[in-house]
T-cell receptor, first 115, second 115 residues
Framework: KAGVTQTPRYLIKTRGQQVTLSCSPI?????VSWYQQTPGQGLQFLFE???????NKGNFPGRFSGRQFSNSRSEMNVSTLELGDSALYLC??????????????FGSGTQLSVL | AQKITQTQPGMFVQEKEAVTLDCTYD???????LFWYKQPSSGEMIFLIY??????QNATEGRYSLNFQKARKSANLVISASQLGDSAMYFC????????????FGTGTRLLVSP
């Protein structure tokens, strides 16, 4: 069974640009979550999608958005990039995201550098 | 709010020895789940072990065991017979036991296993 696939692996952008990151979950998984990992703030929850709907949202500005397609693939978009958006963005998938003790399966992440 | 504290930025252990990585938590939820994830240099977060707050026995998964002390609010990870491949960042995380399983992560502990 293929794992969670994130593309691209690395991205370099400049301030003010926008970026789109992609995540393909494990087949059969319907919940996709996004996390941001930085040296200063650690791992923080961005949002979660289930059945093409954003079901949960973390405390990030509106520049961070996402969507989920009917095949459960998800994209995350960051508009008007700031230097502080430089981070490893991790996508995680699970069956439905609400079962107690449910494992999250993570991808290898997209390393975004904003210059 | 939930909070995870990992006080060990780094740990060193010799191959084949056991090592304990500390994790304390704080939550007002009556039931919750505790996880440990491993993050090698590749970036992917790998699930290691899970403990539910009402589980009577400490969780074990192969060489990994979780020393759960509810009264002390601690959930330490014990790795027995360390291997070179265990060198990585280790994150303790918690979630609510019902509803969306958002993970709240600690700051992590870097483990280095020497020959």
């Amino acid at each position: 069974k293929a794992g969670v696939t994130q593309t691209p692996r690395y991205l370099i952008k400049t301030r003010g640009q926008q970026v789109t990151l992609s995540c393909s979950p494990i087949s059969g998984h319907r919940s996709v979550s996004w996390y941001q990992q930085t040296p200063g703030q650690g791992l923080q929850f961005l949002f979660e999608y289930f059945s093409e709907t954003q079901r949960n949202k973390g405390n990030f500005p509106g520049r961070f958005s996402g969507r989920q397609f009917s095949n459960s693939r998800s994209e995350m978009n960051v508009s008007t990039l700031e230097l502080g958006d430089s981070a490893l963005y991790l996508c995680a998938s699970s069956l439905d995201g609400v079962r107690s003790g449910e494992k999250l399966f993570f991808g290898s992440g997209t390393q975004l550098s904003v210059l | 709010a939930q909070k995870i504290t990992q006080t060990q930025p780094g740990m060193f252990v010799q191959e084949k020895e056991a090592v304990t990585l500390d994790c304390t938590y704080d939550t007002s939820d009556p039931s919750y789940g505790l996880f440990w994830y491993k993050q090698p240099s590749s970036g992917e977060m790998i699930f290691l072990i899970y403990q539910g707050s009402y589980d009577q026995q400490n969780a074990t998964e192969g060489r990994y065991s979780l020393n759960f002390q509810k009264a002390r609010k601690s959930a330490n990870l014990v790795i027995s017979a360390s291997q070179l491949g265990d060198s990585a960042m280790y994150f303790c995380a918690m979630s609510r036991s019902t509803g969306f399983q958002k993970l709240v992560f600690g700051t992590g502990t870097r483990l280095l296993v020497s020959p």
